[in-house]
């Protein structure tokens, strides 16, 4: 099993989507894991978005992976699951 991290670290804006609700100045860290599994050749990638004073405002799996659990969560649209605030209220 093999784990690679990417970190970044930026200023700038965070706007929710696809509607951008209300935005928060601040910097912002982006982490991305990937996690490759040799025996299967599976690989995952978990990606968080964090601000400052708000901290975890988004994050997305994309799981990967063939055989018959690959194509079940496909079909299911598993493949993909993404949390993210809805709004950001200043105050």
Do not use: H
């Amino acid at each position: 099993m093999k784990i690679l991290l990417d970190a970044k670290l930026r200023k700038g804006k965070y706007t929710t989507s696809p509607n951008p609700l209300s935005y928060q100045e601040g910097i912002f860290l982006k982490i991305e894991t990937t996690i490759e599994n040799s025996s299967n050749s599976s690989r995952n990638i978990v990606t968080e978005w964090y601000a400052e004073k708000i901290r975890l405002v988004k994050a997305e799996i994309v799981i990967g992976g063939g055989g018959l659990m690959g194509i079940v969560r496909d079909l299911l649209g598993y493949g993909t699951i993404t949390f993210e605030l809805k709004e950001i209220r200043l105050g």
